[in-house]
């Protein structure tokens, strides 16, 4: 098929490779101008487009498709199908029609659950124990598109945003090439109007931990914001990045620390959690056990 691939962060690259793989024709790639980046701030391309550059195919980046130009250029590509996975741009409805068999979306959750910016994340921290990708048919509304495949997995208990990011982005690169290879024969499923939720974009208000919440909760708002944005908390005025934890049945009051048998186990409202990978700050990301054999930590985290 003839295909305008619009994307931009890692996740959607796998995607774009599948899609060329399976020996389709990527006419073009859209995804989000360069973006200054690094110590020096200089303007650096999005992985997607790294990428389609690496696999000679060209690239456009405008910052808004609501232009009568941009829509012209976008329609002249002729495409037979547009794919869309993470690309950062509200495309307006005369986008959405141009190509033949109109825009697909892969969503990184079990519509309608979890619509918007952040589904990955909000599942975590929400407690959710499966999640999945959607193929959906693009339209107007916030993810509201009819459904035409889905796919399940289970979210491990310990899982962090990067490591399910990582397996989705993987399932929704074989998902796309399966809807693509069966279109004419799909059945597109509206949504169901029950069960609607809302993942609005992370906010680094949100990373500061509440030792005081309970520790489901403290253990999910760790795994589900790691690895960015980072959730923290201050150790003697160090501010200190928890990124992987697990609950654990100690009795510790809020916040007050415990190092046992090279494990970082810290109190919470109700019960305790095992702090399993943390980072110092200017220092690597390593487990409790590497971290703490140069370090002592405080007798409590605030």
């Given at each position: ?8 962060p890692?996740?959607?690259?796998p ?5 060329v793989e399976a020996g389709h024709d990527?006419v ?6 360069p973006?200054?980046?690094g ?5 650096r391309?999005?992985?997607?487009q790294a990428r ?7 690239v ?7 232009g ?6 976008f ?7 547009a794919?869309?996975?993470?690309y950062?741009?509200i495309?307006?409805q005369?986008?959405l029609?141009?190509p ?8 990184a959750?079990?519509l309608?659950?979890?619509?918007g910016?952040?589904p990955i994340?909000?599942?975590i ?5 499966e999640t999945g990708?959607c193929?959906m ?11 035409l495949l ?6 491990e208990?310990?899982e962090?945003?990067g490591?399910l ?14 809807a693509?290879?069966?279109?004419p024969?799909?059945?597109a499923?509206a949504?169901?109007?029950e069960g609607?939720?809302?993942?609005s ?9 509440d030792?005081a ?13 790691s690895?960015?944005?980072g959730?923290w908390?201050?150790a003697?005025?160090?501010?200190v ?19 046992s ?15 399993l ?6 220092k690597k ?6 971290v703490?054999?140069?370090?002592t930590p405080p007798a409590?985290?605030?």
């Open positions: 098929m003839r295909i305008v691939f619009m994307g931009t890692d996740f959607s690259v995607v774009l490779e599948a899609c990527v073009a790639v859209y995804s989000q101008p973006r200054p980046a110590r020096g701030k200089k303007d391309p999005s992985p997607v389609a550059e690496a696999l000679g195919i060209p456009r980046h405008p910052v808004s498709l609501k009568a130009a941009e829509q012209d250029d329609a002249s590509l002729n495409a037979d199908i794919v869309v996975v993470a950062g741009l495309l307006p005369v986008i029609d141009a033949q068999h109109g825009c697909l979306n892969i969503h959750s079990l309608p659950r979890w619509r910016a952040a994340h909000r599942a921290m929400a407690g959710d124990t990708v193929i048919q693009m339209e107007a509304g916030l993810d509201t598109g009819p459904v889905r796919q399940t997995l289970t979210i208990a310990t962090t945003t490591g990011h990582d397996r989705l982005s993987t399932m929704g690169a074989k998902l796309i090439v399966e693509l290879a069966s279109l024969s799909l059945t499923q949504q169901a109007d609607v939720t809302y993942a974009k992370i906010d680094k208000a949100e990373a500061r931990i030792w919440q309970g520790a489901c909760d403290v253990a999910r708002l760790i795994n589900g914001l690895p960015f944005p959730a908390s201050e003697n005025g160090e501010r990045k928890c990124l992987r934890a697990e609950v654990v049945d100690d009795a510790l009051s809020a916040g007050e620390v415990k190092l048998n090279g494990r970082l186990i810290v109190g919470t409202g109700d019960g305790a959690v095992s702090i990978t943390l980072q110092r700050a200017g990301a390593a487990e409790a056990a590497i703490t054999q140069g370090w409590r985290f605030t």
